[in-house]
């Protein structure tokens, strides 16, 4: 499975969401690459730091794809792990398109706080053209950094329900410092010792969502693989019978 956290503002926290999706996969026993398709880099320095706090032991493999040739590196790199998560930077980039084009499911957090219906219209408007050329592509749109309490979490997320080109996950990640103390520790939300129970609930929240959207993914990829197989054995009966 391609995922892709985007968007197209900085701070939204694609960073945060990819670097503990990829850490929630690799506990999960997935076979996970992490890439950073982002030139600030900073998801590459989580995943150096990582490595430096396990002694190498990060539970995934990290590395850095950016311009016109992701596209191409990623169809190759496809079938070589079970999962690729790819977090991208803060503006509609060649990269994120790229990534955008072979992925299977796009991620985008939305920061309740400096929500502008604007940057939703963008995205929306980005999906619509990535749609052309990957009409499976499946969309979803969340709250990050959202308020553990107040109104902006509901007009924000009002705003992304009214959305064609996205669904919304109901499961928001609330401004916790937990997100922060983990990456500072090369962690994962869900490693953080002593655990925060509030941070680790509305990620895991989150998670099982994306689990759920990824089964019907597979399913969907799987009855189309069969569709195909019953056609050509039909085809082939057919042929037969000539
Ligand atoms: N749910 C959250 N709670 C608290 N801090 C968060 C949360 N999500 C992100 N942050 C912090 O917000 C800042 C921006 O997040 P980041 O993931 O780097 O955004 P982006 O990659 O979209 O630019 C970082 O300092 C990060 O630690
Ligand atoms: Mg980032």
């Given amino acids: 499975m391609i995922y892709v956290v985007g968007g197209i ?19 999960d026993k997935r076979d996970v690459l992490l890439v950073d398709a982002d030139d600030q880099e900073t998801a590459s320095d989580f995943s150096a730091w990582r490595d ?6 990060a539970g995934y493999t990290s590395i850095q794809l950016t311009g016109r040739n992701a596209r191409a590196e990623l169809l190759r790199l496809k079938d070589k792990y ?22 299977d499911i796009y991620l985008v957090p939305f920061n309740p706080r400096s929500f502008d219906v604007w940057t ?17 592509l499946e969309c979803f749109a969340f709250l990050n950094r959202a308020d553990s309490r107040g109104s902006d979490n509901d007009d924000a997320a009002e ?8 669904s919304y996950l109901d499961t928001p990640l609330v401004n916790r410092k937990a997100f922060s103390n983990a990456a500072a520790q090369g962690m994962g939300v869900l490693e953080l010792k002593p655990e925060d129970s509030k ?23 799987e009855s189309n693989v069969k569709n195909k197989v019953i056609s050509n054995v039909e085809n082939n009966v057919e042929k037969g019978k000539k």
């Fill in 9 to 27: 503002k900085g701070g939204g926290g694609k960073t945060t969401v990819a670097t503990n999706l990829v850490v929630a996969l690799s506990l």
């Fill in 52 to 57: 430096e706090r396990t002694e190498g032991n």
């Fill in 82 to 103: 079970q999962d690729i998560v790819i977090d991208t930077g803060g503006r509609d980039t060649t990269s994120q398109r790229a990534a955008m084009s072979v992925a």
């Fill in 120 to 136: 939703v219209e963008k995205v929306s408007r980005l999906i619509d053209e990535i749609k052309s050329i990957n009409p499976d």
């Fill in 159 to 166: 705003a992304l329900k009214d959305e064609q080109a996205f």
């Fill in 199 to 221: 941070a680790t609930g509305e990620f895991m929240a989150l998670y099982n969502k994306i689990k759920k959207v990824n089964n019907n993914v597979n399913n969907k990829v």
